[in-house]
C-alpha cells in the first residue's frame, strides 16, 4: 500500500508554470507506474499522463502535451508534474495515483491509490 500527498498548487497567470509534486509513503513507491490526473469543476476527472517505473516512458494526454512534463524521482519517493504554458482551461484539482499492475495506463479505474488533490488555478 502506498499514500499520497500532492503540493504546488497555487494561481498562476496565463503563460506561467508551476511544478506539482506527489510524495509517497512507504518503500514500494518504485514498483508503482504512476499517474497524474486533473478534474475541473462541473466536468469529470481526465487523464493528463502517466510515467513507468524507472522513469524512462512516459505518455500525455494531447491537451497537455508538449507543455507538460513527468518526471520521478525513486530515491524521494516523489514524482512530479512541471507545468509550462499554463491556460486558463488548466484550472483544476490535480491528482496523482499509484497503479499497481506493470504498465501505463490513462484509464482512473485502474489506479488503485489516490492523493487528496492540490489546486491549480491559471488566470487569464
Known amino acids: 500500500q502506498v499514500q499520497l500527498v500532492e503540493s504546488g498548487g497555487g494561481l498562476v497567470q496565463a503563460g506561467g508554470s508551476l511544478r506539482l509534486s506527489c510524495a509517497a509513503s512507504?518503500?514500494?513507491?518504485?514498483?508503482?507506474?504512476m499517474g497524474w490526473f486533473r478534474q475541473a469543476p462541473g466536468k469529470e476527472r481526465e487523464f493528463v499522463g502517466a510515467i513507468d517505473r524507472s522513469g524512462g516512458i512516459t505518455n500525455y494526454a494531447d491537451s497537455v502535451k508538449g507543455r507538460f512534463t513527468i518526471s520521478r524521482d525513486n530515491a524521494k519517493n516523489t514524482m512530479y508534474l512541471q507545468m509550462d504554458s499554463l491556460k486558463p482551461e488548466d484550472t483544476a484539482i490535480y491528482y496523482c495515483?499509484?497503479?499497481?499492475?506493470?504498465?501505463?495506463?490513462?484509464?482512473?479505474?485502474?489506479?488503485?491509490?489516490w492523493g487528496q488533490g492540490t489546486q491549480v488555478t491559471v488566470s487569464s
Open positions: 512507504g518503500r514500494t513507491f518504485r514498483t508503482y507506474p
Open positions: 495515483a499509484a497503479n499497481s499492475r506493470t504498465y501505463l495506463t490513462a484509464r482512473a479505474n485502474l489506479y488503485d491509490y
